[in-house]
């Protein structure tokens, strides 16, 4: 029998999570003691800390992937729009989704929107919130607005558990966050300094596995895998160093992932998950909970499509430093079909890549796109064509 390294167990371990659209490691969670509950929320970003608070656990569903075979949910929407609403209606009305109390779901675009409103007629019995998002950076204004979202969530599952959330609690909940989001950073700054140590498309399984697991178990889990990787030697390549964009909602499969890193790329870094970075430094847990989130998100929190920027001056400010923190000598752009955010988006993007001398090529994908061969192809090609005709 072959007995796994560290890091393959690690890794097999996360694929396993990964591959379980049943949820069972949240059954066993909630059956370890009586009265737990959990709460599943769709990309890109809620306040988790609310939900770990409560006591409950929070989940990322982020779709079927190319796993599951969409039949139900075919028939609650239109075939012009992204795949992740059709997979996570297919999710739930086939039962896999049993293990959640309710479901939130964040201010993405309308066709998450309206899944919200879909969720609230299937599923009656269960409790389901959109959550929205100031549109205004002035604290006064936007910041009071995001502060009384977040009441009503707080207040909600406070009903949901029987007693209401205290500061105390959510201030103990953003110190778990706080060492999550300092670990996934660990991990993204080593990837960017030996991608060949930390290839993506294992960084990435070690993002889903935050998705189900408590964030405590989730941060031991990337710090062994930061300690376990870094004693194990592997090749190093004069691959591509490039950031992807565009990823931020529905996923690309793994397949998708591991396609770019054999055509000769180095993914240095992303915007998978942004639910694990979206929030960009520490919080502070000495004040009042609700506005130091309300702070972090208006003012240092990640840039998306999907995030309402005040000016034009400010598109592609994020990416540029992306790529020149993270030492980039490409983007790739790589979005789902019909994702209105990113597509709209992409343009503006490449603009400024474009007046920055910064390389980039694009495609689009859906979470079950089977045809590798062809991103392969273009992906490699990019590679190729940064290493024989780019300025250095």
Same mark, same amino acid.
């Given at each position: 029998?072959?007995t ?7 890794v097999?371990r996360c694929?396993q999570l990964f591959?379980?659209?049943d ?5 066993e ?7 737990r509950?959990?709460i599943?929320y769709?990309?890109v ?6 939900i ?5 656990l929070?989940?990322?569903i982020?779709?079927?992937?190319d ?6 949910g ?6 012009y ?8 209606i297919?999710?739930?009305?086939t039962?896999r ?5 309710g479901? /939130? ?9 309206n ?7 299937l ?11 100031p549109?205004?950076?002035v604290?006064s204004i936007?910041?009071?607005f ?11 599952l ?7 959330i205290t ?9 778990v ?5 300092d670990a996934?950073?660990e991990?993204?700054a ?11 498309s294992?960084?990435y399984?070690? /993002? ?6 408590p964030?405590?178990?989730h941060?031991?889990?990337i710090r062994?895998y930061?300690?376990?990787?870094d ?13 992807i ?5 529905e996923?690309p ?10 055509s000769?790329?180095?993914v240095?870094?992303?915007?998978f ?6 929030l960009?430094?520490?919080?502070p847990?000495?004040?009042d909970? /609700? ?8 003012h240092r929190?990640?840039s ?17 430093k992306q790529?020149?923190t993270r030492?980039?000598?490409g ?8 994702c ?6 992409r343009?503006?993007l490449?603009d ?14 859906a979470?079950n796109?089977g ?5 392969r ?5 990019f ?10």
């Amino acid at each position: 029998m072959l007995t796994l390294t560290p890091v393959q167990e690690i890794v097999e371990r996360c694929q396993q999570l990964f591959e379980d659209l049943d949820f069972h490691a949240v059954q066993e969670w909630k059956a370890a003691a009586p009265g737990r509950k959990a709460i599943g929320y769709l990309p890109v970003y809620v306040p988790r800390e609310l939900i770990h608070a409560a006591g409950m656990l929070p989940v990322g569903i982020l779709g079927g992937g190319d796993s599951l075979e969409v039949i139900q949910g075919d028939a609650y929407y239109q075939s012009y729009i992204c795949r992740i609403p059709r997979s996570t209606i297919e999710l739930g009305l086939t039962g896999r989704l049993n293990c959640l109390d309710g479901m /939130l779901f964040p201010s993405i675009c309308d066709v998450i929107r309206n899944l919200s409103g879909m969720w609230q007629i299937l599923f009656k019995d269960k409790y389901v919130r959109y959550i929205d998002v100031p549109q205004n950076y002035v604290d006064s204004i936007g910041g009071n607005f995001y502060i009384q979202e977040m009441q009503t969530l707080r207040e909600d599952l406070g009903k949901l558990r029987g007693t209401p959330i205290t500061d105390e609690e959510i201030n103990a909940s953003i110190r778990v966050y706080n060492d999550n989001r300092d670990a996934v950073r660990e991990l993204y700054a080593y990837r960017a300094i030996k991608p060949w140590q930390a290839p993506t498309s294992e960084v990435y399984l070690l /993002l889903r596995a935050g998705m189900v697991l408590p964030p405590e178990e989730h941060t031991t889990l990337i710090r062994e895998y930061l300690a376990a990787t870094d004693a194990t030697a592997r090749p190093k390549r004069d691959n591509a160093r490039v950031v992807i964009n565009g990823s931020f909602c529905e996923q690309p499969p793994l397949a998708l992932i591991k396609s770019i890193e054999m055509s000769g790329c180095y993914v240095v870094d992303d915007d998978f998950m942004l639910v694990t970075r979206w929030l960009l430094d520490e919080v502070p847990t000495d004040g009042d909970p /609700l506005q130091e989130l309300s702070k972090a998100f208006l003012h240092r929190s990640a840039s998306t499509a999907a995030k309402y920027e005040t000016t034009r001056e400010e598109k592609g400010v994020f990416l540029l430093k992306q790529v020149k923190t993270r030492g980039a000598e490409g983007v790739i752009f790589a979005a789902p079909s019909f994702c209105d955010p990113a597509l709209l988006e992409r343009p503006m993007l490449q603009d400024v890549l474009a007046a920055h001398k910064v390389p980039y090529t694009a495609f689009k994908y859906a979470e079950n796109t089977g045809q590798m061969a062809p991103i392969r192809e273009q992906a490699g090609t990019f590679a190729d064509s940064i290493k024989l005709w780019s300025v250095k």
